[in-house]
């Protein structure tokens, strides 16, 4: 849940926006069996779908570069040139 926060913020995501993320995620994980999925597929999805819902204009490319920098591996750089623009 930790890294949802810091992703969000990261994605400049409003806090209503990450808190729905949240909320996704916990109904996700109490639905039924999710050890079939990765923590960075099922919370990534959840990110991007709460940022549609929100109308906030965010790719899945974003979401996985935030990830992918957050583990220490290489990231997109147009990540970065799109946050600028903002």
């Known amino acids: 849940m930790l890294q949802i926060q810091k992703t969000g913020v990261r994605l400049l995501l409003s806090q209503e926006t990450i808190a729905a ?7 996700f994980k ?10 960075l ?9 709460a940022s549609k819902v929100a109308d906030e204009t ?10 992918n920098e957050a ?8 990540l970065t040139k799109e946050l600028l623009l903002m």
């Open 71 to 78: 583990m220490g591996k290489s990231f997109d750089t147009e």
């Open 58 to 67: 965010r790719k899945i490319r974003d979401i996985l570069n935030c990830w």
């Open 21 to 27: 993320a949240m909320a996704y995620c916990n109904k």
């Open 41 to 49: 597929e099922y919370a990534s999805a959840c990110i991007f779908l």
């Open 30 to 39: 109490a639905f039924g069996p999710y050890s079939s999925f990765s923590p």
